[in-house]
Structures are given as C-alpha cells and as structure tokens.
C-alpha cells in the first residue's frame, strides 16, 4: 500500500473539513486554524506515511492557504513537535513578530508547535503548491537543533546533506508501509542529525562550534558503536584506530564523566536486549547471543543484562514471549 490520504478539502466542504486537518483522533499536526485565502477554487489534499513516530507527509494544493498558530492554540494544546518543511513547488511565508521569512523550491525551513507563526502557502504560476514535511517529536532534536535557530529561516536543499536528507525522505514516504517501520526509524534519526548540523552550520552554528574533544568525542562513540561486539575491544584499540593517545582518550572519557568499559557494555547489553525479543533471534540460546554482541563469559553477560533492565535474560526472553503471544 502507498501512502494513505490523510486530508482533503474542496471548495463545497471547506468550511466544515478545514477543521479536520489533524486526522483521526487529532493524531497529526498541532493545533491551529487553516483556511484557504480564497473560496473561489479550494482543493487540497494532504498524503501521510510513518516511519516509526515520525510522520512524512506531502500537501499539495490548487489554492492558497492560510495557517495560524497562537499562544491560545499552544495553551490548550501541548503537542511538542518540531516540522520539517521542504518546498518542491510555489512559496511558504512565515511570519511572527520581528521577522518573515519565504521558503521557495528547493528549500526548507522548520517550525516548531511551542511558538506562535503565521504561514501562508502559496501556489506556484501553474496553480500548483507540493510541500514535504516530516514531523519529528521536539524531544528528539534537543542535542540536534540549537534552540535559538529562528524559525521560518529557509536553507538551500539542492545540496549536500540536506539534499540528502530531502530524497532518503521522499524514499521512505514513496515506500509507505512496503518499508519496514523498524528499519526506517533507525533510518530517520541519523538522517535528523545530519539534517540538524547542516541546517546548523547554513545558520553560522549560532556560535557555536563543536570542539576538538567533542569531535573526538564524537569518534570514539561512532567506533565503539560499530566495532562493540568485538570482544576483544579495549581502550587503546579505539585510541589508535582514532588517531589519538590512550592517555588523551582517557582524559576525553573523563571530562565527558565516561568510562570505556561502561560505553561498551551498555552497548553491548542494548544489542542484546533488542536480540532477545526479536522472534528472528529465538532459535538462538542466551548464552549465543551472549557472545554474538561480545561478552566473552554468559555468566558476566546475565549479571550485567540485570544490572540494566533488573532482570536476568531468560526471564526477560520469556516475558516478552508472553507479552507478544498475548498481543497476537
């Protein structure tokens, strides 16, 4: 199945439908009041698909419309996202006080629910307005996007990571439910924080530069997330492979109040739990999985597994075996 339809608005039901636009059980969007600027020719429509919690969605309209969204809305509706909006076809003005920005082709811009905007969406000369948008819980772009980005600014997307970003997104909203929704979660967040750096650094970073021990920092973690299940991995082997000494990454953990040890198990135990309620993985016995994700003894694997989730891995297994024959 493609995408689903989500929304759509003519010019005889306008007035009753434009209040509808956040879906079944007000599941979409944020609160706010749309309307078309004019009445003579309404058509639009809105298409939705899912990764995970995040929902990409194409609107595509015939006419101008309007969207507002006030201190009154955000008062009585506490939704706390934030939107991606990449413009294919016609213009997005954003407007609020001090400031207006036009989104044209080939750019994007963000808002977010938690502040008051005026938007109006116009069509292009063909009468046709085409505007992507993926809708992201603000919680998960705290560390991404710097809170004193100024919404509505527009960033070039015919480039870079942020052309990237713009078509692995039209690839998973084409996709629909034919892409697996696991996969394409664990797709869109690394794909945000390319987005929120790119957007970033288009923006001067804000002043704000990332600095050599968070660079470094930032290497240490990507080796240990990807060679974890090593088990001989040690502090000096992802030193050297980052190109620094074990003296300065130990002082880099430090600063950061890490441990080595504590990184890898984490990492290691995280894989494991995803493993043992995975039905794919049953025909695997704990103490494979054990090894599978790098401890080299299944009795320190159980120890450290209750330590994190307070309970021993068989009896996790079992338990989500449970749960997930109940659920079926």
Request: aromatic letters at 10%; charged letters at 25%; one cysteine or more.
């Amino acid at each position: 199945m493609m995408p689903v339809l989500a929304f759509d608005m003519n010019t005889a039901n306008h007035e009753i439908r434009r209040h509808e636009f956040r879906g079944k059980n007000n599941a979409d969007y944020y609160e706010g009041d749309l309307k078309p600027l004019s009445t003579r020719e309404v058509d639009m429509r809105i298409e939705k698909s899912v990764a995970g919690e995040y929902g990409i969605y194409k609107l595509t309209s015939r006419s101008g419309l309007a969207f507002r969204r006030s201190w009154s809305h955000i008062r009585s509706d506490k939704t706390n996202v934030t939107v991606f909006w990449f413009v294919r076809r016609g213009q997005v003005i954003i407007s609020y006080p001090g400031a207006k920005h036009t989104i044209n082709p080939d750019e994007c811009t963000i808002t977010r629910s938690c502040r008051p905007f005026y938007m109006e969406l116009m069509p292009d000369q063909g009468g046709c307005l085409e505007v992507m948008h993926v809708v992201v819980p603000a919680h998960r772009l705290y560390a991404i996007i710097p809170d004193a980005l100024e919404a509505g600014k527009p960033f070039p997307t015919f480039k870079g990571d942020l052309f990237l970003a713009e078509r692995i997104f039209t690839l998973l909203f084409e996709g629909g439910d034919q892409i697996d929704t696991d996969i394409a979660e664990q797709l869109v967040q690394p794909l945000l924080t390319g987005l929120g750096r790119s957007i970033a650094r288009e923006a001067g970073d804000l002043g704000h530069r990332s600095s050599i021990v968070e660079r470094r920092l930032s290497d240490i973690t990507l080796y240990i997330s990807q060679h974890f299940a090593n088990p001989d991995l040690n502090a000096k082997m992802v030193a050297d492979r980052c190109g620094i000494s074990l003296r300065y990454f130990c002082q880099i953990l430090k600063k950061n109040g890490l441990s080595f040890s504590n990184l890898v198990w984490e990492r290691r135990v995280e894989m494991a739990q995803a493993w043992l309620r995975d039905p794919a993985m049953k025909q695997h016995l704990v103490c494979e999985i054990a090894y599978q994700v790098g401890f080299k003894s299944s009795a320190h694997f159980s120890r450290m597994f209750k330590t994190k989730f307070g309970v021993a891995p068989k009896e996790y297994r079992e338990r989500e075996q449970e749960l997930a024959a109940k659920v079926a």
